[in-house]
T-cell receptor, first 106, second 112 residues
Framework: DQQVKQNSPSLSVQEGRISILNCDYT??????FLWYKKYPAEGPTFLIS?????DKNEDGRFTVFLNKSAKHLSLHIVPSQPGDSAVYFC?????FGAGTRLTVKP | KAGVTQTPRYLIKTRGQQVTLSCSPI?????VSWYQQTPGQGLQFLFE???????NKGNFPGRFSGRQFSNSRSEMNVSTLELGDSALYLC???????????FGQGTRLTVV
């Protein structure tokens, strides 16, 4: 049931640089996408979302881009901070990707 | 307002036993969904309940079942436990539809 895929299990970036996390989906019926952030020993928390009628949504340092034709979305974090180090999950219609562990080095 | 509460936080069971996990959603939320998290597998969707009805189901065997009560509280049951059922089980509540979900801290189940 891998309808949402995050193919990069981990990503390491330097503080102040851009972090780009990618997500692909297979179901063209998905029309709303969410990103969640998870710290150890806590449940995921909502970060940002995007509707399929948009191709970009921005909230502070976080921007999500949606490419419907490619069934691909990405989360950009600029500038990255050490506190952003966590596992990031992409989700659609209650289906989650496997997550990408982001490490931001000081 | 209070967040999503899952009980118990930790549980150790023996193979073959059955287990029931509980989830109290945020007040006013009618949708409760359950997930299994194992290393490298991300969040695997188990099922979703909305107004006491199972509305959506993932690809898990029939040993995994759930229910929702009239106050939106939900329980998940796993029968005939296997070692591979050891995981973090997360519950999430939402208003329903395409809205953000709020997660509990999870129940860590260990099957020995």
């Amino acid at each position: 049931d891998q309808q949402v895929k995050q193919n990069s299990p981990s990503l390491s970036v330097q503080e102040g640089r851009i972090s780009i996390l990618n997500c692909d989906y297979t179901n063209s019926m998905f029309d709303y996408f969410l990103w969640y952030k998870k710290y150890p020993a806590e449940g995921p928390t909502f970060l940002i979302s995007i509707s399929s009628i948009k191709d970009k949504n921005e909230d502070g340092r976080f921007t999500v881009f949606l490419n419907k034709s490619a069934k691909h979305l990405s989360l950009h974090i600029v500038p990255s901070q050490p506190g952003d180090s966590a596992v990031y999950f992409c989700a659609a219609s209650m289906r989650f990707g496997a997550g990408t562990r982001l490490t931001v080095k000081p | 307002k209070a967040g999503v509460t899952q009980t118990p936080r930790y549980l150790i069971k023996t193979r073959g036993q059955q287990v029931t996990l509980s989830c109290s959603p945020i007040s006013g939320h009618r949708s409760v969904s359950w997930y299994q998290q194992t290393p490298g597998q991300g969040l695997q969707f188990l099922f979703e309940y909305f107004s006491e009805t199972q509305r959506n189901k993932g690809n898990f065997p029939g040993r995994f079942s759930g229910r929702q009560f009239s106050n939106s509280r939900s329980e998940m049951n796993v029968s005939t436990l296997e070692l591979g059922d050891s995981a973090l089980y997360l519950c999430a509540s939402s208003r329903g539809g395409e809205t953000e979900a709020f997660f509990g801290q999870g129940t860590r189940l260990t099957v020995v």
